[in-house]
């Protein structure tokens, strides 16, 4: 696990290919990769890299290249197919130098040229220059678990594993206004786009091809296909499913350093703990965070599962003073980034890589086999516009422009008057009429005419899925990517430690688009198969509780611990949100809160991040 950041600068400009730009830009990035530095200049080309040592210690250097120096490689993954793709590579003449999975990129770009990717299963994001062609190839995995940022300017082509690694290379900063919209509906930014006009991020499961006289090239390679199977029974779909995430979590053990689970009390990292421990020759370590607050509190369920597979357990309990990492996190995202659970990740992370330098995670359950709560609520209210052929639908919007906010009940008056089968659009953080109440006219007179649902809208036409399906797609190629995995890549990396989710395994993810959603989501139970898969193997309490968040108690902290810092942040007269937000609103949002009337901690907080971000970006 690594940081890569490079350049190909057009005619001109090659004076900024010198490797004082390029230690630069991987000295911003030193905690992905602590271990190793490297640097390699070809005329127009830079790349610059930081190793984080995983396999194969001492020979893992990058740059790295083939037998005669005209395929360079930078790249920051894993790829758990690299020993049989090695085999093959060598009965095709291929000589290696070292035995690691970067190597055998390489020789498989020898082999297939662009079409490599379809044959790396694992996670990555890498760079070739191809000397002869001149050409630089670049590619992310398949759910974006690795990160890949670039910019395209009048000076060449910038790219990195994040975005200080050139940001201070492409001209000036500026906010893009659809962008920050974008992200106070959801709370992180859109899947090609970042919060810098210019700056981009390579989609997942995309690829792209620049040269020195042309913009990026960029086509995807591969795509989430939900094709339901009907003629397989649950039995089979529970034997499939349990053998296949065997095989992912077992091929993800391969580690020459210290290895472990980040152990929460859900199904997910509770099934890959274990089967993990299954797999281990030692007992596995485990590592688990809890809170003072017993609603939020996960540990006696963690316990649970530790003490059923023996683990050597760690545990860490999290206080109020933990939000004072948030300027730290701020640096860290680059971005505005408002999932709460960044924190406690954060943290996780950091306690964990003590004692290891590799652990497992268990992301990607909820979105695979609709395990979120939004789903069983869609599921309802699709079947009420069906039975009554949407009549009912101008009757909802009605209803929900005339019910006061504070009653119960409103949150699903709103998802009844929206448009019928574009209801994943609408899981938000901001509602539409929210955000004009909080915007500034001058802001909403800047965005007027785009709204962020419409991006979403556009991915659900687009698809070919239905019912819980296009609920779990649309989750999975927006919320899954740009909020889920950013924050596990970050929180990780910051603390120079390599995450790894066996879940999304592309092979055991394509396993799951084939089975029907009616054994993912039954009689309102989600995760059906998943847990019928796993009744053996995870305690009954385990496998009965309902989805709970990775979330931190600000409900309560907001309220009693942290109201000073409210006032001193987005409280302020002087706040740099003023520019975008009605201080007036913001104002009211913190007496609502406190006054009880309603839980506004997830409005609040986007404030809180989007005031810090702005503090640190009007300063630079």
């Known amino acids: 696990m690594c940081g890569i950041s490079g350049m190909l600068v057009q005619a001109g400009f090659e004076k900024l290919v010198n490797r004082d730009n390029l230690q630069k830009m991987a000295e911003s990035i030193k905690y992905r990769g602590p271990d190793d530095a490297g640097y390699y200049i070809s005329g127009p080309l830079g790349f610059a890299f930081r190793r984080l040592s995983i396999i194969d210690l001492d020979n893992g250097h990058q740059p790295m290249c083939n037998e005669d120096g005209s395929v360079w490689v930078i790249y920051n993954g894993e790829i758990y197919n690299y020993a ?3 085999k093959d590579l060598i009965a095709r003449g291929h000589i290696f130098k070292t035995k690691t999975d970067t190597e055998t990129i390489i020789h498989l770009y020898e082999e297939m040229g662009t079409e490599c990717t379809s044959l790396l299963r694992g996670m990555f994001a890498f760079a070739i220059w191809d000397d002869k062609k001149k050409m630089l190839f670049c590619a992310r995995d398949r759910f974006g678990i690795k990160p890949f940022y670039y910019s395209q300017d009048p000076q060449g082509f910038f790219f990195g594993s994040e975005i200080k690694s050139f940001i201070s290379l492409v001209g000036e900063k500026q906010v893009l206004p659809s962008a920050l919209d974008y992200y106070l509906t959801y709370g992180y930014t859109p899947a090609d786009q970042t919060i810098f006009k210019g700056i981009h991020k390579l989609p997942a499961g995309h690829q792209l091809t620049v040269t020195q006289s042309n913009k990026p090239a960029i086509e995807r390679y591969w795509d989430i296909k939900i094709q339901p199977v009907y003629d ?14 065997r095989e992912s979590i077992k091929i993800r053990l391969r580690s020459d350093v210290p290895l472990g689970v980040l152990l929460s009390g859900g199904i997910d990292s509770g099934a890959v703990t274990a089967l993990a421990a299954e797999l281990s020759h030692e007992p596995l370590k485990t590592f688990s965070l809890g809170f003072r607050e017993k609603e939020h509190d996960e540990l006696p369920l963690t316990r649970i599962i530790s003490e059923r597979y023996q683990t050597d357990h760690h545990e860490l309990v999290l206080e109020p003073q933990s939000l004072d990492i948030l300027p ?11 999932d709460q659970s960044a924190i406690p990740t954060f943290f996780i992370c950091r306690y964990a890589r003590e ?8 992301d990607g359950g909820d979105e695979l086999f609709a395990g979120y709560s939004h789903y069983a609520k ?12 949407g009549l009912l639908h101008p009757l909802f919007k009605l209803l929900h422009q005339s019910l006061p906010i504070s009653i119960p009940g409103y949150g699903l008056s709103y998802y009844l008057s929206r448009p019928i089968g574009k209801l994943p659009a609408f899981v938000c953080k901001w509602k539409e009429h929210e955000r004009r109440l909080a915007y500034r006219p001058e802001f909403s007179e800047i965005i007027k005419g785009r709204r962020p649902e419409d991006e979403k809208i556009k991915i659900i036409n687009q698809s070919k899925s239905q019912g819980i399906d296009l609920a779990t797609e649309t989750d999975m190629r927006t919320w899954l990517i740009d909020d889920v995995l950013t924050k596990v890549d970050r929180a990780s990396m910051a603390n120079s430690l390599e995450v790894r989710v066996p879940i999304l395994d592309h092979e055991f993810a394509e396993l799951a688009f084939k089975i029907p959603s009616s054994l993912k989501l039954k009689n309102g139970n989600g995760k059906y198969i998943f847990k019928k898969a796993l009744a053996n193997h995870l305690p009954g309490k385990i496998l009965s509780q309902p989805k709970r968040g990775f979330g ?13 810092y409210l006032h001193d942040t987005i409280g302020q007269k002087n706040s740099p949100l003023n520019e975008y937000i009605d201080p007036r609103y913001v104002s009211d949002l913190i007496h609502k809160h406190n006054s009880g009337f309603r839980d506004l901690n997830q409005k609040i907080w986007t404030l809180v991040v989007l005031h810090e971000w702005l503090s640190k970006f009007k300063s630079h």
């Open 84 to 86: 049989s793709l090695r």
């Open 232 to 245: 397989i029974t649950e039995e089979e779909w529970a034997h499939n499913l349990l053998e296949k995430l």
């Open 328 to 338: 730290s996190l701020i640096s860290l995202f680059d971005e505005p980034f408002a």
């Open 355 to 362: 004692v290891v330098t590799v652990a497992l995670s268990g």
């Open 378 to 389: 869609f599921n309802k209210i699709n079947k009420l516009h069906e039975a009554t052929g």
């Open 552 to 564: 931190i108690p600000l409900r309560k902290w907001f309220k009693n611990d942290l109201q000073d």
